[in-house]
């Protein structure tokens, strides 16, 4: 294990459902980030908070919302999504941004949109 | 715009032989390279990087060989093992406040036993 946990491993919704991923960090890092990986495309960086504070929104539509209560636990709320938000979303973190940027993952959340 | 490309799309190679990886990028402002390896089912785990300043780094059987001048890197795997069978990932990192990793599109290699 990585140290960086992600629940729920798969989730299927459907476009007027409300649904959260979590992700949990135990590595003591303080910059966390949520990416989404879909096939035969590169990692999309969505956000990236550092030391709780929201510092990167890639264009991400709105139906997508982070929140980062601590710097250990990083949420996303998801509504009202689109069949082509189905992806695997990842969660990441790092000791802080302006170091090296040695990003630990884990392991994502299958996520289907019906 | 910030990219990396990423070739080939997948590889096939044999028990023993050296797997090759490409990458290119055209951003100047990135300074630090890292390579990723992910498993089905898991997220990707960083296997190597490495900085403009030098032009190789090894470790074990993994070599990342940096050409700065033409903007390209490259990870090859030395006597690859059917248990390398990964996609792999090349990024690359922005400089500022809020550093970044942009990844390459990823290799799904394959190594026949």
């Known amino acids: 294990e990585t140290g960086v946990t992600q629940t729920p491993r798969h989730l299927v919704m459907g476009m007027t459902n409300k649904k959260s991923l979590k992700c949990e960090q135990h590595?003591?890092?303080?910059?966390m980030y949520w990416y989404k990986q879909s096939a035969k495309k590169p990692l999309e960086l969505m956000f990236v908070y550092s030391l709780e504070e929201r510092v990167e929104n890639n264009s991400v539509p709105s139906r997508f919302s982070p929140e980062c209560p601590n710097s250990s636990h990083l949420f996303l709320h998801l509504h009202t999504l689109q069949p082509e938000d189905s992806a695997l979303y990842l969660c990441?973190?790092?000791?802080?941004?302006?170091?090296?940027?040695?990003?630990?993952f884990g392991p994502g959340t299958r996520l289907t949109v019906t | 715009q910030q990219q990396v490309k990423q070739s080939p799309q997948s590889l096939i190679v044999q028990k023993g032989g050296i797997s090759i990886i490409n990458c290119a990028y055209e951003n100047t402002a990135f300074d630090y390279f890292p390579w990723y390896q992910q498993f089905p089912g898991k997220g990707p785990a960083l296997l190597i990087a490495i900085r403009p300043d030098v032009s190789e780094k090894k470790e074990g059987r993994f070599t990342i060989s940096f050409n700065k001048s033409a903007k390209q890197f490259s990870l090859h795997i030395m006597d690859s093992q059917p248990g390398d069978s990964a996609t792999y990932f090349c990024?690359?990192?922005?400089?500022?406040?809020?550093?970044?990793?942009?990844f390459g599109s990823g290799t799904q290699l394959t190594v026949l036993p």
């Open positions: 590595l003591g890092h303080n910059a």
């Open positions: 990441a973190s790092s000791h802080r941004t302006g170091g090296l940027g040695e990003q630990y």
């Open positions: 990024a690359a990192l922005t400089t500022g406040s809020a550093r970044q990793l942009t």
